[in-house]
């Protein structure tokens, strides 16, 4: 097989989410501390010929999710059109965040179609397939929990796909097998459709994905697509059309607060950031999730974690949750559809662009809540003297950027200071266009423009990178771009 193309495709497939990390936060000790942001036993199963998803025209991948009611168990039915060379490659569930054990819940993958065979490759990520050319593939397997799956607040497992009695929750990332036939072609774009079987009427399987009739529907890039989000069982539904799009909310649990409260809030912040980036979308939709974490033995302690997805995002709060938890998580993650979601594709993959998607994220995440009042001049200074006060403390203070991206989920420390950091360089941006510009301009103008030249030249736009963002402060005045970058980011 070829050894490039593959694992290009999967590095390529880590560009499509943004996971944020979690962030204890002990409100004994402080309030505002959140730096959040961000994410056996197998049977052997007998497959009839009822169980053959439908049929595949005019979609290139038809997935059925099926859950079997008596034992609680969750299989994948994938049908498609092998590729004309007779070997399609099969990408297993992915990392993600920091997790990278996602494919190991993968349980019985099978070809139910005649004379094929599945071999695994150098990649571990990566099996191939052979059969006839042309030939029409049907696959099945078992999606198994993951020990490290889970709600607690002390353990980052919320990027797994979750199993529990009442629900589901899973991100396509971590989920779902993708076949596909070149990567040569990072552009080529995947019409898929999704459908469900066995699942209650009263509790039907949900997706980020949008519904056609009784079915999912995608058409674009594979990344897109494994950005997804599945949810099942006694997740409540909210939903409400606004002049840019539709908003949906799925949540489950007991909160402090009514739903109707929630889902206003997220309303609110949606609207708000659309206005913000002025782009003037009617189809700009958004499907977030909502899960409580289990509780912190100490009531007093309130955890959050989010991650960005396509169109979507996923979060997760301790049961206790305050009212500035949830403002907060829904600003900061709903600000990674655009930092960096709609700045173009990165140069650097994994973490070395962090501290422009976390850091500006948090930035504007405080503006736009000191702007509308949902927290005091006082509050919105405090988080700049605590981003200070804790990069000049951190043991990691000496850390250059790609040093911090690298263990961007291992060493303790990296993910606040790399939030730290980039807040630190929208502050200064943000001051020198103003002071330029007699405040004619800000950081905000800049990054709309700059979004703009992105989304203008589409396929052509430059992959998004330090040296594009400097170029471009230095376009809006600000004089020593590089240095103060190279002096705040190192
Ligand atoms: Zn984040």
Redesign the pocket.
Known sequence: MSDLIPLKMIIYFFNGT?A?NNLTNNLKIDMNKII???LYISLIFNVSAGDVPPETPPFKLNYEIEYEAKNKHYFINIHFKGNTTGKTFLLLPSSWGGSTTAHLGIKQLTSLSDNTTIETTENKLVYALNHAPDQSIYLRYQLIKLKNSSLSPLVVGTRLPIFDSKFMHWPGITSLILPFNSMSDENEKFTIAVRSKGFPESQPLRSSLPAKGDYFEFNGAAEDFLSSLFVAGDYRFHQESTQYGNISLAIRGQWPFSDKLIFDRLVITYKQQREFWQQNLTDDDLWVSLTPLEKHQDDNVVSSR?S?LYKSFQTFLTPNMKQESINFLFM??GF?HWLPGQFGEQETHGQKMSWF??GF?NYYTYKLQLESGQISQGEFDKFFIQAKAGIKTSPLLKWTNNELAQKFFTELGSIDLIHWRGLMLAEEWDKEIQQVSNNKQSLKDMLIALLNQQRLLNKDAEYLSAELLITHAEKFGVKNAKQTFDMIIK
């Open positions: 943004y944020c959040l942001c961000f989010g960005g900061h993650e990674h998607g976390e994220s």
